[in-house]
């Protein structure tokens, strides 16, 4: 029997770091400021994804790290595509390493829950084995 | 009076067009919308189908998208590939569009 809940949660958490994929995508276009008035929309899009699907991940899982308000503040920090393209090359440096910080810190979570994935899996495994031996 | 309003066509419903997006994850199933509520949920399901087998069907043809545009006269829709998943955009070009297709 898998447990259906936790593999949601896989899922959800998958589809959730590639939205931040796109957030680094975004901020590749600022810095080479190769973006249209459309890629600036997406992008407030995107970072609207990112925090609303924050709040449905933090209420399946408890998460120490990243944090609520690391991810407020770099999604605060980028209001747009335009402000970006205006910052100093240091400060996107800057944004780009905490992006990374919190885009690490969520494979982590991932890997954690696909240990208990695994945990699941094995424990199932052998219920089902003395099951069998039982009848 | 009466009997031309018996076989007055209905008015064609319209909707108003939202700027906006939703992710849906490989199962087809929508995670979250930044659409107003007021969007209908079955149209959202509809286009979120359409864009996975799309995304499907070219993987399935070797030939991986990572990007489809669909160019409505009133509506842009711009699907990226999110690893079985896609993020949607909606960008209307007129506020209004026919709900349904009046017959």
Redesign the interface.
């Known amino acids: 029997m898998r447990n259906k809940k936790l593999d949601q949660l896989v899922?959800?958490l998958?589809?959730y770091l590639?939205?931040w994929k796109?957030f680094n995508h975004c901020l590749n276009l600022a810095r080479a400021k190769k973006f249209s008035p459309?890629d600036d929309?997406?992008f407030l899009?995107?970072k609207?994804?990112l925090v609303?699907?924050l709040e449905?991940i933090l209420a399946s899982i408890e998460v120490g790290s990243p944090t609520k308000e690391e991810i407020h503040t770099l999604v605060g920090s980028a209001p747009s595509l335009r402000f970006l393209s205006e910052m100093s090359e240091g400060a996107l440096r800057n944004l780009e390493s905490q992006w990374h910080k919190i885009y690490i810190g969520w494979h982590a979570i991932l890997g954690q829950l696909k240990v208990r994935q695994h945990a699941e899996e094995s424990k199932s495994a052998l219920a089902s084995m003395f099951g069998k031996k039982e009848k | 009076m009466g009997l031309l309003t018996l076989f007055a066509k209905p008015a064609p419903t319209l909707l108003r067009l939202s700027a906006g997006s939703f992710t849906v994850d490989r199962q087809g199933c929508v995670v979250v919308s930044t659409l107003p509520s007021t969007f209908p949920a079955g149209l959202v399901s509809d286009i979120a189908h359409e864009v996975l087998t799309g995304f499907r069907e070219a993987e399935e043809a070797q030939l991986p998208l990572s990007e489809l545009v669909i160019n409505y006269p009133s509506l842009k829709i711009t699907a990226r590939e999110l690893r079985g998943g896609a993020i949607v955009f909606f960008a209307p070009k007129t506020p209004y569009a026919q709900a349904s297709p009046t017959t």
């Open positions: 899922h959800q998958e589809n590639e939205c796109q459309e929309t997406q899009e995107v609207s994804v609303q699907e449905l």
